[in-house]
């Protein structure tokens, strides 16, 4: 897959596809369904016209961290799907201030020649989210693209959406997220060091930073790991701590990683880290000897649930 960041000036390899526009958080089932649409809506390689960062940082950049996947991780989620093309647009002041009828001339006509574009059925777009998706059939006809409309996806009664998505996770509620998914959710990024206090009491961990994501129910999960750069390429199981650890004092929030039957060193290395079940709260302990216990405990139960998931 090409990930490219601009729309201007872009050669004839990069142009004619049949786009899904969105900002596809989370690449959930809903947005799935939009880019099985895209996939059908032109014969023309798949493409998915994205931004970073996502508006909504742009327009609030003090708000709390709302986000169910970085870049990285979306990229890797659509480049599974099949996708052939990203346009990762940079979300700007100028992108902003785009008129809806600017946007189709300038970025999907002149721009990015979009041979199709299929959104999701409450799409808006350009300044002011005032541009609708029968301004948009409107504009395609004007300016040479065809354009197909996704309905809304529901599960028991209730829209897949980033929020419910987050709803769910912040209940702790992996197997939930995942119906609307259609994926584990995955944390993904780089392994950074930390204060070693794993490899002291012999569960060494790989500490990923999750800052500006949303940040799931703190405490301990079972998990899926992809170990996705350098030589230990491969797929694990392990326990994870997401979360604060209050046995050791005021800390930023992160994941902290074991890996299971596992020996190397991860840092600088990506994974991506999959919650598969919620196992307990995060925890305060009456000494080291009484924390060790509980740690065995979780992997023995973890692997328990990883060897049924």
């Given at each position: 897959m090409r990930i490219i960041r601009h729309w201007a000036g872009l050669g004839p390899?990069?142009?004619g596809a049949s786009i899904a526009i969105g900002n596809f958080d989370g690449v959930h089932r809903g947005h799935q369904s939009v880019l099985n649409l895209a996939r059908r809506g032109a014969d023309?390689?798949?493409?998915?016209?994205?931004?970073?960062?996502?508006?909504?940082?742009?327009?609030a950049p003090d708000a709390p961290p709302f986000r169910l996947m970085n870049a990285e991780a979306r990229a890797n989620r659509l480049a599974k799907l099949g996708v052939s093309v990203l346009y990762e647009l940079p979300f700007n002041a100028a992108l902003a201030a785009l008129s809806a009828r600017e946007f189709a001339q300038q970025v999907l006509a002149e721009g990015i020649g979009a041979a199709h574009v299929t959104v999701g059925a409450d799409f808006c777009f350009g300044k002011g989210r005032r541009g609708t998706t029968e301004d948009l059939r409107t504009f395609g006809a004007a300016f040479g693209f065809g354009l197909t409309i996704a309905e809304l996806l529901e599960t028991e009664g209730r829209s897949i959406s980033s929020t419910?998505?987050?709803?769910?996770?912040?209940?702790g509620h992996t197997r939930e997220a995942r119906a609307m998914l259609g994926h584990w959710h995955r944390i993904e990024g780089e392994v950074v060091h930390g204060h070693k206090r794993g490899r002291e009491l012999g569960y060494p961990t790989a500490n990923m930073s999750i800052a500006g994501l949303h940040p799931p129910r703190f405490g301990v999960y079972a998990v899926h790991v992809d170990v996705l750069t350098g030589p230990h390429r491969g797929s694990y199981g392990g326990a994870a701590s997401m979360g604060v650890r209050p046995m050791f004092g005021q800390n930023l929030p992160n994941l902290e990683t074991f890996l299971f039957d596992f020996d190397g060193d991860l840092y600088g290395e990506h994974l991506s880290v999959a919650l598969v079940e919620f196992l307990r709260p995060e925890m305060t302990f009456d000494g080291l000897p009484a924390l060790i216990a509980q740690m065995d405990a979780d992997c023995v139960r973890a692997r328990d649930i990883l060897a049924r998931a």
């Open positions: 390899q990069d142009r023309a390689p798949l493409g998915v016209l994205t931004f970073e960062p996502h508006p909504r940082e742009f327009f419910a998505i987050r709803d769910a996770l912040s209940l």
